[in-house]
């Protein structure tokens, strides 16, 4: 990649306080701008310099030397360099900018050109009115007046004139191009439109400050530099900055020096520092930058043509797209160099290295958060993803004796059928030919049940042709172009087993799967029985036998795709042809043993966790809720001489109530009136009188209650009240227990047969309960054997199951350390909320054949009505006694409609079903951040009279309109700001900043929330920059600021039973 002419880039910047954001820029732009260095061979050497001011003593310049992007170990680490450089804020308006250039100089060779990216937001200090008695300027002209400074070329920049002379037409020539911001004024002020005019450069003035802005805009320029264009886009399209010029050049090499009068001419008086504009400018776009950068004399050369030529490079290639891919994965499909090599990449089927980076590739693609970006990179990638030359390449090299049998879609077959009534599959009624690429490569990331159907569908839908007389005659007269005819030949070893890889070429063609995706695909053959496919599905299988247990590859550990596997293997043994290169304790299946066992017991595992809140049906004795039975056996009180029965008796003969009366001392009237309530003299075992149960769960004792009119609470029996244990006797039929004193129990002990089974009563129940509800009194010992803590975060964690695999060492031993449902030990049972489940054994099995058939009990949302899994539905608000369950959509969506710069629906600040404020987890979760919004309990409170709507500068509640002024709901308003603001900002609209009081760094809010979270970990409130802990921030921003949600931290549920 060698040229005649030589470049060398230098990055020159401001680094003051201002300049936080071009210094971020930095650590996005110079890895891109080393990797096009050392690819295109534009530039030798690159180097940073950073420059501040005079106040700041030794810190002036910071310098990193040179580094030689086409070597390994080409020096210093620019990219360290940039994140660590530190921004120090002066004193004084304008900047050492003439030191900066002349350490420049200085650094740079005579023998090449440099190109300087200047990123700037003030001027130099000049010899004018205002800037002779600055002190920095003073100690620059005295540090610059050194004979000796700067190797000896110090004196040539202590004037601007000057400097720029020098830089153009000294013995070291440079082109400067100054990326400037104007949010101060100052870089307006002409001094880098002369730079830029003198030394053959630009001027162009950034419109946006953000890092990402910055940054693409940079790699603009330098590829408009090199003279490579970017294919696919408008070369008018507006990019977010303005370029500016002189439109008059004439005297430009007359200027004598700073002072010369003639100077004025480009630096003009102005009202704003005695500075204005002498130029035009114009709205920065491809087509401008073609026609006013400077350019490389000699264009680069064709990059994928070099790859293919030079072996060498290709590995240069290699290392530099895998560091840009793991730096900014967008980069390669914004950056025409990186974009071409990745095609060439990506066709190269002879780089051992092109698997990895396509891997990287795709896992670097679904971590972009951005929806639309990553949209963007996917669609970019499928393109880069035809590889129809390879597949056309591969069929040509079997010969025509080995082409039979052969696979193809059959193009004058259709399957499509009248769309039944009610179906919801979006693609039942859809040609599979209709298929994108990115629907089948699927299959190499997940397993997913429509994923497998929508495969399922190819692989049924082929045609087999077994031999040449059998193949019909208007697919004899097609091409491989045409209609691919796939050739089971290309299964063997003898053509590289491409046949998997290249099977769904028919349908969509120049698609090619990863080696594991293509084993995959043949697992599903064998799960499907595809007969003609079965046995180059087995040869494939088998090679992959050993390769399955392993946790470098993610995507295998999960439960669709390990449970495809068992399928496949299950299907292979069933069919008896077990292999016999297998020997000892590994039979030859498809899976060795030992990871079929672990598979088996991690997916096991997981559909347990998955079940845990599926309803299982348990029986359990009734429970009497002021129930109207007999009264069973009575006992004549000594005190009242009243039958009583024998749940209400103490000691000595004597009932509770006289107790009571005895040791409470009531009035006689009182005693005389309470005493024969519900109750005679005649009473006896077969009297009907009212039966509760106590509701403390260690004890659910039944018993019987005279006076029931003054039961206001919760049953409880007298002995758990004072303390005590009651003397309960268990029903031999149904479980129940119920009080009965010993000292009134019969000498000779009989089975018990509670009142309710001797009268003939429905005494077991089925109640509904889960396996979740069953653990609180149970624990888990009943549902796992974890051996060893084998695995270290056991039910609720709602971990992936790569994620317990991985964390589960050692995993050879889970399957023996491991066990789901070991059962009940002998004579033990479950209770429910203290009453014995009386069908233990069915339960368990209930739960093992949900497990067993890996399925889950589906739920219903509470606002859609559409079935989910109850793993995947969410409490409506999450306040105790709404037990309502909302899918994560329905919830956002309700939550979600108040957002920053519309009008505020108070409705939608409250839970739809219990109409109470949710609790702040919630509405975290699901809104927009109206839940941080100041001054939102005024929107609710005065809700009747007015309209309020959410401001997006200040991120408060403000009044918008009385309601009486509205007919009807108001007109849809979007990026709404107050009065106040609006006033505030004046004419020229200012970004709000504060620091975080953790880092220091300053943070901009653009709109919405107060709420803010810095990386560095650190929550803090924007609004007047109080740091909170997460958990405090919403009750400060209540308390302090009027929001709405602060104060409400109730658990999710409360139990409807009496927890004691």
């Not at 020539?173 to 870089?187: P, S």
């Not at 964690?797 to 889970?814: D, E, M, Q």
Request: net charge negative.
């Amino acid at each position: 990649m060698a040229s005649t002419d030589k470049y060398d880039l230098l990055i020159l910047v401001d680094a003051t306080a201002s300049m936080r954001s071009f210094l971020h820029s930095l650590n996005t732009s110079l890895p891109q701008i080393i990797s096009i260095s050392a690819l295109t061979g534009c530039f030798d050497r690159v180097g940073l310099l950073a420059y501040r001011d005079y106040c700041h003593g030794d810190k002036i310049l910071e310098w990193s030397g040179w580094t030689i992007p086409a070597h390994d170990h080409g020096g210093p680490d620019l990219v360290g360099m940039a994140s660590k450089l530190n921004t120090l804020g002066g004193y004084d308006w304008p900047e050492a900018v003439k030191t900066g250039l002349a350490k420049a100089y200085e650094v740079m060779r005579a023998d090449a050109t440099t190109l300087i990216l200047h990123y700037a937001d003030a001027p130099p200090h000049l010899a004018r009115d205002e800037d002779r008695g600055s002190v920095n300027y003073s100690k620059e002209q005295t540090a610059l007046g050194n004979p000796q400074s700067f190797g000896g070329c110090g004196p040539l920049f202590a004037d601007w004139i000057s400097a720029a002379r020098v830089l153009a037409t000294g013995a070291k020539k440079a082109n400067v191009v100054c990326l400037l911001d104007d949010h101060g004024g100052g870089t307006k002020s002409g001094t880098f439109n002369f730079l830029s005019a003198v030394t053959g450069g630009a001027c162009v003035h950034l419109q946006r400050r953000d890092a990402r802005s910055i940054s693409e805009l940079s790699i603009e320029i330098l590829m408009t530099w090199m003279g490579v264009k970017k294919q696919g886009v408008t070369a008018a399209a507006p990019l977010p900055a303005r370029l500016s010029w002189y439109p008059d050049l004439a005297g430009v090499m007359e200027v004598a020096s700073e002072s010369d009068e003639l100077f004025s001419k480009f630096m003009a008086a102005n009202t704003f520092r005695g500075y204005a504009p002498v130029d035009e400018e114009v709205n920065v776009t491809r087509q401008v930058l073609e026609e006013r950068l400077p350019r490389k004399v000699q264009p680069v050369q064709d990059f994928a043509k070099t790859y293919k030529e030079d072996e060498h490079y290709r590995t240069l290639v290699t290392k530099h797209l895998r560091l840009v891919i793991e730096f900014d994965v967008t980069a390669v499909s914004l950056n025409p160099v990186f974009g071409s090599l990745w095609r060439a990449v990506c066709n190269d089927r002879d780089n051992e290295n092109r698997q990895e980076l396509l891997d990287l590739f795709g896992r670097k693609v679904n971590e972009i958060q951005d929806s639309e970006s990553r949209a963007n990179m996917k669609t970019w990638l499928e393109e880069s993803y035809d590889y129809t030359a390879e597949v056309l390449g591969a069929i040509d090299s079997v010969p025509e004796t080995e082409r039979f049998p052969f696979v193809c879609l059959d193009p004058t077959l259709a399957f499509s059928h009248q769309t039944q009534t009610g179906d919801d599959d979006e693609e039942a009624n859809r040609s599979i030919t209709e298929f994108k690429r990115d629907d089948l490569l699927e299959i190499g990331r997940s397993c997913d049940y429509r994923v497998l159907r929508r495969l399922g569908r190819v692989l049924t839908r082929l045609t087999f042709v077994q031999s040449v007389e059998a193949v019909p005659k208007h697919i004899a007269d097609t091409n491989n172009s045409d209609v691919p005819k796939i050739p089971l030949a290309l299964a063997s070893k003898k053509h590289k087993r491409r046949f998997w890889r290249l099977l769904l070429h028919i349908v969509v063609p120049g698609t090619m799967l990863g080696g594991r995706a293509g084993a995959v695909l043949a697992s599903l053959v064998m799960r499907m029985g595809v007969k003609p496919l079965i046995k180059p599905a087995e040869e494939e299988l088998l090679l992959w036998r050993e390769r399955w247990n392993n946790l470098e590859v993610p995507e295998t550990w999960n439960v669709s795709c390990l449970t495809l596997l068992l399928d496949a293997d299950t299907a292979y043994r069933a069919g008896g042809r077990m292999s016999d290169k297998f020997n000892g304790d590994e039979c030859g299946g498809l899976l060795r043993d030992s990871d079929r066992r672990l598979f088996e017991r991690l997916i096991d595992y997981k559909m347990l966790e998955s079940n845990l809140d599926t309803t299982l049906t348990a029986k359990v004795a009734w429970t009497p809720e002021g129930t109207s039975k007999p009264v069973g056996p009575v006992v004549k009180c000594k005190t009242c001489r009243y039958p009583r029965s024998v749940t209400v008796m103490a000691t000595d003969g004597v009932c509770g109530l006289c107790c009571f009366y005895a040791e409470n001392g009531p009035m006689p009237e009182d005693k005389a009136a309470q005493i024969p309530k519900r109750v005679s003299r005649d009473d006896n075992e077969k009297t009907k009188i009212t039966w509760f149960e106590c509701n403390v769960q260690t004890c659910r004792a039944q018993y019987v209650v005279y006076h029931v009119e003054a039961l206001n609470v919760r049953p409880k029996c007298h002995y758990c009240r004072v303390g005590t244990t009651a003397p309960l006797v268990e029903c031999t039929k149904c479980r129940s227990r119920m009080i009965w004193p010993e000292e009134y129990r019969p000498e000779t002990a009989e089975p018990f047969l509670c009142i309710g089974c001797d009268s003939g009563r429905r005494t077991v129940v089925d109640v509904e309960t889960t396996a979740n509800a069953l653990r609180e009194a149970n624990g888990n010992d009943w549902l796992l054997m974890n051996k060893s803590d084998q695995i270290k975060s056991t039910f609720g964690s709602n971990r992936s199951l790569y994620h317990i695999a991985s964390n589960s060492p050692p995993l050879a031993a889970f399957a023996e350390n491991v066990t789901i449902l070991p059962g009940m030990p002998d004579q033990k049972q479950l209770y429910l909320r203290g009453r014995v489940v009386q069908n233990t054994p069915d339960l368990i099995r209930e739960l093992r054949n949900w497990i067993e058939k890996r399925r889950t009990e589906a739920g219903e949302c509470s606002l859609c009505f559409r079935d989910f899994r109850k793993s995947d539905l969410l409490p409506a608000c999450g306040r105790s006694g709404c037990k309502q369950m909302v899918c994560n959509s329905c919830l956002s969506n309700w939550y979600g409609i108040n957002a920053p710069g519309r009008i505020i629906n108070t409705k939608a600040l409250h839970c739809s079903f219990c109409q109470r404020t949710p609790i702040p987890r919630t509405m975290a979760r699901h809104s927009q951040g109206v839940h941080a919004v100041g001054d939102l309990k005024d929107a609710v409170t005065h809700s009747g009279a007015w309209i309020y709507a959410w401001c997006k500068e200040c991120g408060h509640a403000k009044p918008f309109m009385e309601r009486v002024c509205a007919q009807a709901a108001p007109l849809e308003i979007s990026d709404w700001e107050c009065e106040d603001c609006e006033e505030a900002k004046g004419p020229q609209k200012r970004m709000k900043r504060r620091p975080c009081p953790g880092c220091g760094v300053e943070t901009e809010k653009v709109s919405g929330c107060d709420h803010m979270e810095c990386p560095c970990g650190t929550h803090y409130c924007f609004f007047c920059g109080e740091k909170q802990d997460e958990s405090g921030i919403y009750s400060h921003m209540s308390d302090e600021h009027g929001g709405y949600y602060g104060g409400q931290h109730a658990d999710e549920y409360e139990s409807d039973e009496e927890n004691m």
